[in-house]
């Protein structure tokens, strides 16, 4: 009888990895999912509305606030693909439907922070607009060539807690503030939709190196440099 459940012992050691893995692949795929639906509901908003994004909030003066979420749901008419089944980290904002989800800030404020901005959106993702700041003077062989190269929505931890991130989570902020944004739980990685409409799982540093996956937002040559002398805790929870 010891040496039966001795046995059991070993198979279910053996064994519990293998399935909570598997388990996790599942997730993982059915958060592509979730993923790959509001993206083609971006895609459908865009196609309505003249090649604009959507804004990642609207305040309209007297009126209740609401977010992407809302100005997305009617394509996809359901509440629970904003929600990611290996992410505990919900946030909600005012007139918001409640998700793990996170548009890039850049991307979709071109309608509420700067109209101009959306015929850069336009240009970046038919590959005819190269940003002209320093970052990408000087590290030209980081610039994404195209849509393929650009994230537009992602999953964001605990320490984001908004509908919207800035892509470069690093620049400018200190390795507690950068380690707190991203979400690992998909075995180490997360899932991003990118603005040709596909989604890829990826570990977090990949969207910094070789190519800098966030077009627009504001990160420096000299930030960039600095984003791998990262903490080692950090380091190992991103990688």
């Known amino acids: 009888m010891l040496v039966v459940i001795a046995i059991i012992a070993i198979l279910a050691a053996i064994l519990f990895p293998v399935f909570a ?75 918001d439907i409640a998700g793990n989800y996170a548009v890039s800030a850049w991307m979709f404020c071109s309608i509420e922070c700067d109209p101009a901005r959306n015929m850069r959106v336009s240009q970046l993702i038919h590959g005819v607009y190269k940003p002209t700041s320093s970052f990408w003077t000087n590290i030209p062989q980081a610039t994404p060539s195209g849509p393929a190269q650009m994230i537009i929505i992602t999953e964001v931890g605990p320490g984001c807690g908004h509908i919207d991130f800035s892509g470069h989570f690093r620049c400018g902020g200190s390795n507690a503030w950068f380690a707190t944004r991203p979400f690992t739980g998909h075995l180490g990685g997360a899932n991003f939709g990118f603005a040709d409409g596909h989604v890829k799982w990826m570990k977090w540093l990949q969207t910094f190196s070789p ?29």
């Not at 388990?23 to 604009?52: F, H, P, W």
């Not at 992407?68 to 629970?80: G, L």
């Not at 996956?213 to 000299?222: E, I, L, Q």
Request: proline share 9%.
């Open 21 to 95: 893995r598997a388990r996790e692949k599942a997730r993982t795929a059915s958060c592509q999912s979730n993923i790959k639906q509001i993206l083609l509901g971006i895609k459908m908003y865009v196609e309505d509305y003249d090649g604009r994004f959507p804004g990642a909030r609207y305040r309209p003066p007297g009126l209740p606030q609401y977010t992407w979420r809302a100005v997305v749901f009617p394509y996809v008419k359901n509440e629970q693909i904003f929600v990611c089944p290996s992410n505990p980290n919900l946030f909600q904002e005012t007139g």
């Open 211 to 239: 190519i800098f996956m966030y077009p627009g937002d504001c990160c420096s040559d000299t930030n960039y440099r600095a984003m791998f002398n990262l903490h080692p805790d950090v380091v190992r929870a991103i990688q």
